[in-house]
């Protein structure tokens, strides 16, 4: 039976992360990944946060494939899915530092960058082994966390387990952490990987106009065009519990909708893009604070904890804050001899205080915005055409004074609408915010409502 200090099971940025900063204390380190080499068993791409590449100085040096995306759109479609309204906005002065100004991410494969981090774990000294399937762990009387077991019945004693193994994570049930997810906490995401080359894409687009997209229909939940070194993913994701439910189509009829749209057939016809891959897989999207990330011997990091964003489940960055928050817990606990679950209560702690933390005081107000917006296809029968009204006041068709007068009058016939997306999505975000000004207004705005309602005014019903 070999033995470790510190066991990671999965080789994604959480457990190489992990795996890094345990070799650095000086901890005896061995890093499981199933596939056959790292990245192999991820979805084909994902978006690297300007705050990585601030975080951690290391990811600046990698040299692989990839894209800064420089713009953001929002495509708005009507019922027959035609485009009625767009925007596309840049990287905000506001930023902190200087990738927040220039990038909102740099899109890469999973393949590749999960490669990169392994490779940074192995060269500070962890041991990986890779092909390897963890299937159970071992506990002692106490019902302590004190190793795992792999597919080949081999025993692997650590002082401290770290499960990076992803959204459907074996080794916290086996831990007995968590059962299952809640359906309002996990999401299906299914996407189509198309490829095109690098060189037609930098002709049709070219490197300073990098954009990903996000569509919004009465007919499909909100999805995405993400670009990618070798072509684009187009792909969407709703919650369990609506699928579960009945909510809508099936995943795959919407994923279809969406590729034969007219908008997305005219930018992958541009492209010459050629269907490559279907993904789908399972992500945490939570409206809560995470739970049980924690036990006797045992830490959950990335997706197996639940720290992906709530409001658009973005989770690589929380993945490599909380693998690096685990290892240097691990090395304290194991210094001071109480890898205990009171011991290891100092990982709740400390990435309740870290970004993570941060990121989740608002976790309720940002997934419902999500949800009764982006997920939710109906809303935007109603949003599209006010959206589309905004510049009508410019328009030729009358003199312009009476186009805005029209204009005013359409939004205050849907002023009920309006007040209504205030109160349920914006005042709760600006109540979190703690501004008094904008709290103040909302509350005379639902109050001047109530009234009208009292009057006989009749509200937009819901659905």
């Known amino acids: 039976m070999s033995r470790y200090d510190v066991v990671v099971v999965g080789a994604g940025p959480g457990g190489s992360l992990a795996a890094k900063t345990a070799s650095e204390l000086g901890l005896k380190t061995v890093l499981f990944e199933r596939g056959k080499k790292p990245g192999d068993k991820s979805s084909s791409g994902c978006g690297l946060a300007p705050r990585i590449f601030r975080d951690f100085d290391f990811v600046r040096e990698m040299d692989i494939p990839g894209l800064k995306i420089k713009y953001q759109s929002l495509h708005m479609l009507d019922e027959n899915l035609e485009e009625r309204f767009m925007m596309r906005w840049s990287p905000s002065d506001l930023g902190e530092y200087a990738e927040a100004r220039e990038y909102f991410q740099v899109d890469v494969y999973r393949r590749d960058f999960d490669r990169f981090l392994a490779n940074l774990a192995s060269e500070a000294g962890a041991e990986l082994r890779t092909g390897t399937l963890v299937e159970d762990v071992l506990k002692d009387s106490e019902g302590r966390v004190r190793g795992v077991v792999t597919d080949q019945g081999e025993k692997v004693e650590g002082e401290v387990t770290i499960a990076a193994d992803g959204a459907v994570s074996l080794i916290s049930y086996k831990a007995g952490l968590r059962d299952k997810w809640k359906p309002d906490e996990i999401t299906l995401i299914v996407d189509c990987d198309f490829q095109a080359s690098k060189k037609r894409i930098d002709e049709i687009?070219?490197?300073?106009?990098?954009?990903?997209?996000?569509?919004?229909?009465?007919?499909?939940?909100?999805?995405?065009?993400a670009m990618m070194p070798e072509g684009f993913h187009v792909g969407y994701g709703q919650w369990i519990g609506r699928f579960a439910s009945g909510y809508g189509e099936r995943p795959y009829e919407y994923l279809r909708r969406v590729i034969s749209s007219k908008p997305l057939k005219r930018f992958i016809d541009r492209l010459d893009a050629k269907p490559r891959e279907f993904h789908a897989h399972l992500l945490p999207w939570m409206p809560r604070l995470p739970a049980h990330t924690y036990g006797g011997g045992?830490?959950?990091?990335?997706?197996?904890?639940?720290?992906?964003?709530?409001?658009?489940?973005?989770?690589?960055?929380?993945?490599?804050?909380?693998?690096?928050?685990?290892?240097?817990?691990?090395?304290?606990?194991?210094?001071?001899?109480?890898?205990?679950?009171?011991?290891?209560?100092?990982?709740?702690?400390?990435?309740?205080?870290?970004?993570?933390?941060?990121?989740?005081?608002?976790?309720?107000?940002?997934?419902?915005?999500?949800?009764?917006?982006?997920?939710?296809?109906?809303?935007?029968?109603?949003?599209?055409?006010?959206?589309?009204?905004?510049?009508?006041?410019?328009?030729?068709?009358?003199?312009?004074?009476?186009?805005?007068?029209?204009?005013?009058?359409?939004?205050?016939?849907?002023?009920?609408?309006?007040?209504?997306?205030?109160?349920?999505?914006?005042?709760?975000?600006?109540?979190?915010?703690?501004?008094?000004?904008?709290?103040?207004?909302?509350?005379?705005?639902?109050?001047?409502?109530?009234?009208?309602?009292?009057?006989?005014?009749?509200?937009?019903?819901?659905?």
């Open 205 to 225: 687009i070219g490197p300073e106009e990098y954009c990903n997209h996000v569509y919004v229909s009465p007919l499909f939940p909100a999805p995405y065009v």
């Open 298 to 463: 045992i830490m959950l990091v990335g997706d197996a904890a639940g720290f992906a964003c709530p409001l658009e489940a973005e989770g690589i960055h929380y993945a490599m804050v909380s693998g690096k928050i685990a290892a240097e817990v691990a090395a304290e606990t194991i210094s001071s001899g109480d890898t205990s679950a009171d011991g290891l209560k100092l990982y709740e702690e400390r990435w309740k205080k870290s970004v993570i933390g941060e990121e989740f005081s608002a976790a309720k107000e940002w997934a419902e915005l999500w949800a009764g917006i982006f997920f939710d296809p109906k809303q935007w029968s109603i949003i599209t055409p006010l959206a589309n009204n905004i510049m009508f006041w410019a328009s030729w068709s009358n003199p312009h004074i009476k186009n805005l007068q029209r204009q005013i009058s359409k939004y205050k016939e849907n002023a009920p609408f309006l007040l209504e997306f205030v109160k349920s999505y914006l005042y709760p975000l600006l109540r979190k915010s703690n501004f008094p000004l904008f709290r103040s207004l909302l509350k005379l705005g639902w109050m001047w409502l109530r009234t009208k309602k009292r009057k006989g005014i009749e509200l937009i019903p819901e659905g």
